[in-house]
């Protein structure tokens, strides 16, 4: 059974600092992995999604990379700024038409 | 372009009334459908999804059941809410076809049973 855990559970940076999260999976046979960034009491934004034969994807200052083998993820936010504040998801499509969740990051940035 | 609806966006209902959640999806055909809750400090939990008119899976047995009459709406139910069914509950699609793509979630419905 495919397990998504992402470290840490909250971070707070002041603002301008580069920064990276971390998730990491259990079984490394994934068709994509995928993050998402959720503002309170919202529903969930795609940021990035890396099929399994890629590395990396960047939109912006956000990039993603990808190790499928070691079964890690991370998504590197430069520059940061307090409108990146929200909790980020990871999400690993293993088939079967679902994805499972990481429990997400909670992001603060301080002005 | 397409676009997800979901309503209510709140509700409060009283333990063991009923409940209907519905969820509408425009401006694409023959979607997969998701239905996910997101309980206070905890992850986001799959519910249900749906391949097909009238094809439901159901990934964790308890009080509520979904429902998809037409392609584009999915719609989640209960009999008799628990306190246990309060939560942020979140529908979603996805493309069928091709190589698997993101999901595209909706504003969300809060659900709060006293």
């Known amino acids: 059974k495919q397990e998504v855990t992402q470290i840490p559970a909250a971070l707070s940076v002041p603002e301008g600092e580069n920064l990276v999260l971390n998730c990491s999976f259990t079984d490394s046979a994934i068709y994509n992995l995928q993050w998402f960034r959720q503002d309170p009491g919202k529903g969930l934004t795609s940021l990035l999604l890396?099929?399994?034969?890629?590395r990396e994807q960047t939109s912006g200052r956000l990039n993603a990379s990808l190790d499928k083998s070691s079964g890690r993820s991370t998504l590197y936010i430069a520059a940061s700024q307090p409108g990146d504040s929200a909790t980020y998801l990871c999400?690993?499509?293993?088939?079967?038409?679902?994805?499972?969740f990481g429990q997400g990051t909670r992001l603060t940035i301080n002005p | 372009s397409q676009t997800i609806h979901q309503w209510p966006a709140t509700l409060v209902q009283p333990v063991g009334s009923p409940l209907s959640l519905e969820c509408t999806v425009e401006g694409t055909s023959n979607p997969n459908l998701y239905w996910y809750r997101q309980a206070a400090g905890r992850g986001l939990q799959l519910l249900f999804y749906s391949v097909g008119i009238g094809q439901i899976s159901s990934e964790v047995p308890q009080n509520l059941s979904a429902s998809r009459p037409q392609d584009r709406q999915f719609i989640l139910s209960s009999k008799k809410l628990l306190l246990s069914d309060s939560g942020f509950y979140l529908c979603?699609?996805?493309?069928?076809?091709?190589?698997?793509?993101?999901?595209?979630f909706g504003p969300g419905t809060r659900l709060t049973v006293l």
């Open positions: 999400a690993v499509n293993s088939g079967a038409q679902k994805l499972v």
């Open positions: 979603a699609w996805q493309r069928l076809a091709g190589v698997p793509d993101t999901q595209y």
């Open positions: 890396i099929q399994s034969s890629q």
